[in-house]
């Protein structure tokens, strides 16, 4: 297996200048699967400076807008015609299905084609009344420069390109630094970005780990503006790396979302079929690796035992596999780190004290020689244990209870994210007071997991800092300046002499 040249830096695709690789593993079999370049800072001071000489001499950030918009629209015909590949890819990186890596393309082209139209429904700049005719004042948006765009290994494409697309449509330049665990459709992005005719410099990749690569750019002086997607314990660093140089910082980060259940939404057997589906797709889609997972289960006391028995007994029956293997609903975990940790949080779960009605074991026999873990339902969870405070980011949900609206609410938010949550009621109501008082940048209403590229997404408390998609994301990767034009321009005379 040849090294990959998947540096890309000034237009040019590069080994590492060290002559290291990387090996990308299919967490499915545990096999080596592809070899990439393993950057490190070299490579990365490289990068900023071909973004730096492109965003201050390049024609990009002086594109009108029009331009920009339609290479966005290009970029997203081309992810559309690679759609398959695309999907097999990131299946095969990220142990994902097939179905859901041809999804994740589908809402990438989306992301591309939503902030092209943004851009171009625009009015342009917005004219400030100074209060006299002889004022001209407008405030504009600029490009904010060279952005640096660190991305995580759970949804690698889809992450990069909220990024990305938003950057790309205001003017900036960047470097993107992918997870080193699952880089490889972030590389296949940029040849598609060079495809679709976007000038040398513009778009800058290195591949490689955290640190160094993370690290440097979130210090590097002649970055402007660091967004990143990723773990707390890795954001808290961005942040603090990001503070000398008082770069701007946009920070996505993890979850521990509540899907909070009411009896009265499952008063039909139909009602109770789609609140338990639900909470299952909720949990457990992605073997539970997503930030906005429902991992944990606030269901009323009175509806507990039927709920959590009939979900237990489905998520028994969920189908893992390789994630590309007909009739596979759940591929494996990404890594064995990530399969140790979750381990270790059920162990943690059951010695203290709870008690175990689905999974808990990684499954045997042949084609489970991967990272797999089998979807796991934990009852009798109280808000102290670990499992419930902490991102388990694997198949775990645990379940707790309440009686009144008052203490559904406040297990709700008795969390330090505050990523996403759901209710789930058939009062109206209590629906709208519910959501109105859940601290989490999104809450679904009889619904999970689903957002829309037009809809901010984000978090309060420890789940970050900023907003992607909608109108926010856009202004993330933008500086405003007031421009004031004195028409008729006079002596001031404040000082007499
Ligand atoms: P991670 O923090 O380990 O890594 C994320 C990225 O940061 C990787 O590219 C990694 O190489 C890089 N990195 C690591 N240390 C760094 C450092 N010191 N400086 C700069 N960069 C560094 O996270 P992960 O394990 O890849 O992803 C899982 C996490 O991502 C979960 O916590 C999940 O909730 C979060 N996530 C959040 C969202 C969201 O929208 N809020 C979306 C997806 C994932």
């Known amino acids: 297996m040849s090294a990959q040249q998947t540096i890309h830096v000034g237009g040019e695709w590069r080994s590492a200048a060290s002559g290291a690789t990387r090996e990308i593993i299919d967490p499915a079999d545990a096999t080596v699967f592809a ?11 490289a990068a900023v400076a071909a973004a730096r000489r492109a965003f201050d001499e390049g024609e990009w950030p002086r594109t009108p807008v029009a331009e920009r918009a339609a290479l966005l629209r290009r970029v997203a015909d081309l992810l559309q015609r690679n759609r398959e590949a695309l999907g097999s890819l ?3 990186d990220a142990g994902k299905t097939l179905e859901e890596g041809r999804v994740d393309v589908d809402c990438v082209a989306d992301a591309f084609r939503y902030f092209a139209d943004l851009v171009m429904n625009e009015s342009g700049g917005r004219v400030v009344d100074a209060g006299s005719d002889e004022i001209h004042s407008v405030v504009v948006h600029e490009p904010v ?56 410099g513009v778009a800058n990749i290195v591949t490689g780990a955290g640190d160094p690569v993370g690290a440097r750019l979130a210090e590097h002086p002649d970055v402007d503006l660091v967004s990143f997607t990723g773990g707390l314990s890795s954001g808290t660093k961005v ?37 338990v589906d639900q909470a299952l797709n909720a949990a457990f889609i992605h073997s539970g690796q997503v930030c906005s997972a ?22 028994e029956k969920i189908r893992l596999g390789r994630g590309t293997d007909d009739g596979v609903e759940c591929g494996p975990l990404v890594s064995p780190q990530q399969l140790a940790k979750t ?6 779960a059951l010695a203290e004290g709870a008690v175990l009605l689905a999974g808990g074991r990684r499954p045997e026999g042949e084609g489970y020689e991967g990272y797999f873990y089998r979807p796991t339902v934990l009852d009798q ?57 859940l601290r989490h940048g999104t809450v679904w209403i009889n619904d999970f997991h689903p957002y829309l590229p ?36 006079r002596p001031v005379r404040w000082f007499a002499g």
């Open 35 to 45: 070899l990439v370049a393993e950057g490190g800072t070299e490579d990365t001071d």
């Open 90 to 92: 990131e299946s095969r």
């Open 145 to 200: 420069g060279v952005c640096a765009l660190i991305t995580p290994w759970n949804y690698p494409l889809l992450q990069a390109s909220w990024k990305i697309a938003p950057a790309l449509a205001a003017g900036n330049t960047f470097v993107v630094k992918p997870s080193e665990i699952t880089p490889l459709a972030t590389v296949e992005l940029i040849h598609l970005l060079e495809e679709a005719g976007l000038p040398d």
């Open 239 to 275: 942040m603090r790396a990001a503070a000398d140089s008082v770069k701007k910082v946009a920070l996505e980060l993890g979850g521990k979302n509540p899907n909070v259940v009411f009896a009265d939404a499952c008063e039909s057997d139909e009602d109770f079929d789609t609140a």
């Open 294 to 315: 429902g991992s944990r289960l606030i269901v009323e006391e009175s509806l507990r035992e039927r709920f959590v028995g009939e979900l237990a007994r489905r998520a």
């Open 343 to 348: 381990e270790e949080y059920v162990a943690s």
């Open 381 to 437: 969870c109280h808000r102290e244990m670990r499992v419930v405070r902490e991102e388990v980011f694997g198949p775990v949900l645990t379940v707790e209870t309440f009686r009144t609206e008052d203490e559904a609410v406040a297990l709700a938010n008795d969390t330090e994210y505050g990523l996403a949550g759901a209710v789930w009621t058939a009062d109206p109501g209590r629906a709208r007071r519910v959501a109105g008082r």
């Open 454 to 489: 037009q809809a901010e997404w984000g978090g309060f408390g420890k789940s970050g800092i900023g907003r992607e998609l909608g109108p926010a994301g856009l202004a993330e990767y933008r500086e405003a300046k007031h421009i004031y034009q004195n028409l008729a321009p």
